[in-house]
């Protein structure tokens, strides 16, 4: 049981178990989380994303409950009785140390361990893993993420910084300057800062290099002038030698290099030429190194 945004080590290493465990006693391996998050914290990751990820560590099954008002105000020793074993049958239970639920979350560890004698069930919680000192958490790859330090929040994750969204239609100012791109719509999940980065680019379980933009499109505000495009930092990418139509499917987008900030040019032309100096260096290092 856990929320499990991010989906990072500390909870890999907790489903991983959990999917060990089934497989020892052939059972069948849990995952329960919850959608939104009950601290009404943004998402490192939209729940398509999440679920992906939990069905990568072998879990047979991932239960997601809606985290509404009604849920909220269900006891602690009720969400045990009536969800995990009278619903579930859970024989084996696992959670993190700090995992807390029910009613004004007043459900914790011990709470579970006393009410495991009554229903009989093994519970096994997971101490925080620590980096450097530094516990894992999801805040915390939050703030890494929102601040732009890739290669830390990478590290905590054990995966590459990413983001799942499907595409929309633009405006087509980037066709027209001569670099179709994919607008993302990201779902509320966390992104990186403003700036141009070297991606790859995962559709239908292919992976494309590309290059993608994060900003407000600043040389271009004033040309589209009271339009919903103006409004929020966009997210686009450029797939290199890539041609389909992709309208409303999903792509996941993930992040090897920031390769400069955004910034203002003095008009269109000059945006032009820069994209090209910025296409030239992606695809030189993507010639060099194998990411």
Known sequence: ????????????????????????????????????????????????????????????VTVVINFNKSFAKIKAQDFIEDILIKKINAKYIYVGENFRFGQGAKGDIRLLNKLSRVYGFILKTFGVIKVNHQPISSTYIRNLISKGNLKSAQHLLSRRVSILGTVIKGDSLATRLGYPTANINPHHEISPPSGIYAVKVIFNQRLFNGICY??????????????????????????????????????????????????????????????????????????????
């Open 1 to 60: 049981m856990g929320v499990f945004d991010g989906v990072h080590r500390g909870h890999v290493h907790i489903l991983k178990e959990t999917v060990k465990k089934a497989q020892a006693i052939k059972g069948r391996s849990i995952a329960l989380t919850f959608w939104p998050h009950p601290q009404k914290e943004d998402g490192i990751y939209c729940m398509p994303h999440r679920l992906r990820l939990i069905a990568k560590t072998g879990i047979d």
């Open 214 to 291: 994060i900003g407000t499109r600043p040389t271009i505000k004033s040309q589209i002038a009271n339009s919903k495009w103006q409004i929020a930092k966009r997210i686009e990418v450029h797939i290199f030698n890539f041609k389909k139509n992709i309208y409303g499917k999903y792509l996941e987008i993930q992040f090897i290099k920031k390769i400069r900030e955004d910034r203002k040019f003095a008009s269109c032309q000059a945006l032009t030429q820069q994209i090209k100096k910025d296409m030239f260096l992606v695809k030189s290092l993507f010639s060099r190194h194998q990411h």
